[in-house]
């Protein structure tokens, strides 16, 4: 059977199978900072925590970075690296600037901007 | 035999749990959303359920990736929730309806939806916000919840027909309950947004306007999107509007709007929520 040709919509990585198997070992310890315990166990030892769950190189990085598209595109899901931004007080403005590479505040006023239209 | 008094849709964002548990309803920037509620809250208090019905997604505190229900019905005597690793307070458990829950898996499976029942399930933000902004007072007085949990997380996610027409089977799952009960419809999430990738921040207003016109007019119309059509138009979170159009969907050919409130943004999202009474 051949695959089906993946829809493109631009800026946007729907989590799919391929990205579901990519980044298992990586949304598996996210999930796991919904403790306190973890939380705390990560920020002790990062590189530890992260060879703990299996993370590869590329994610290993991309969570010692806190690189918000390298996470995405090492198979990361967003409420999953939400948990793991939560560990650092990063709210979703803080995430969105980064990933579009504008200021927290130019991020803001284009979402104000955007109930205008 | 039971009643579906109506219906309420609503974004569920988890930074509205901050606002409530810091009393900052009147803050400038949590008052136009906040002022959405009180027409509910009078409506609700004529219509008087019983039973909440809550339709919504789990974001990863009882459902991990590891096990990945397209559709799950919750039955058990009470639901707590938990931390969910975003800095949110907790809240107090939430009682259930094991009568309705089975009433419901009994008739959905025979309806054809072969989904997955939970007798211990923990509820996230999407089940408990919406439950405490429409019912402030739930702890004095209580209503039974039944959660249902739609896969709006990794895809393939279930068709805008398909979660129509399993709204329409919790529909014939009420109304044949042998029950006193008056039970609301509740979908949480959405409207449009996105969390992640260069698109952060997507926003289309007149999408959802047309959306939640739509929804109380020609809830079929959402059909001929497919689930990607509506990433592009929506987001990759905005996809939670599945979560009302099932909700719709229990309510009958012909609703009637109560009240609808639409505010751009609360945290990343365009905060919308809509009453709809049943026929």
Known sequence: MTKKAKRVIPGTTLFDGDMARKGYALNKMCFSFNSEENRQAFLADRDGYCAKYGLNEEQTKAVKDLNVLAMLAAGGNAYYIAKLGGIYKLDMQDVGAQQTGMTKEAFIAKLVEAGRA | ?279
């Open chain 2, 1 to 279: 035999m039971a009643k579906i008094v109506g219906g309420v849709a609503v974004t569920h964002v988890p930074y509205i749990g901050r606002a409530l548990a810091q009393n900052l309803q009147q803050e400038p920037y949590w008052k136009p959303f906040f002022d959405g509620f009180p027409p509910v809250h009078a409506w609700l208090e004529q219509a008087k359920p019983d039973v909440v019905v809550v339709i919504y997604n789990d974001h990863g505190l009882n459902f991990f990736l590891d096990k990945m229900p397209t559709f799950a019905v919750g039955a058990a005597p009470q639901y707590m929730n938990a931390d969910e690793g975003w800095g949110i307070p907790t809240v107090p458990p939430f009682p259930g309806d094991l009568d309705l829950s089975w009433r419901m898996i009994d008739s959905l499976i025979e309806d054809e939806f072969d989904l997955t029942t939970c007798q211990e399930m923990l509820v996230d933000h999407a089940f408990t916000l919406p439950i405490e902004l429409l019912f402030p007072n739930r702890i004095k007085q209580p209503v039974r919840t039944v959660p249902v949990v739609q896969n709006t997380v990794q895809f393939p996610l279930p068709s805008a027909k398909r979660c129509l027409a399993f709204g329409r089977a919790i529909r014939r799952a009420i109304e044949n309950w042998d029950s006193d009960a008056r039970v609301l419809i509740m979908g949480t999430g959405g409207l449009s947004h996105q969390l992640d990738g260069e698109r952060a921040g997507f926003i289309n207003k007149p999408f959802d306007l047309e959306f939640m016109e739509k929804l109380i007019t020609d809830p079929d119309w959402v059909t001929q999107y497919s689930i990607a059509d509506l990433v592009e138009l929506t987001g990759t979170q905005g996809i939670e509007l599945l979560n009302w159009l099932t909700c719709r969907g229990a309510l009958g050919d012909h609703v009637e709007k109560v009240h609808a409130n639409y505010h751009i943004p609360i945290s990343n999202t365009a905060a919308g929520l809509l009453a709809m009474a049943s026929k």
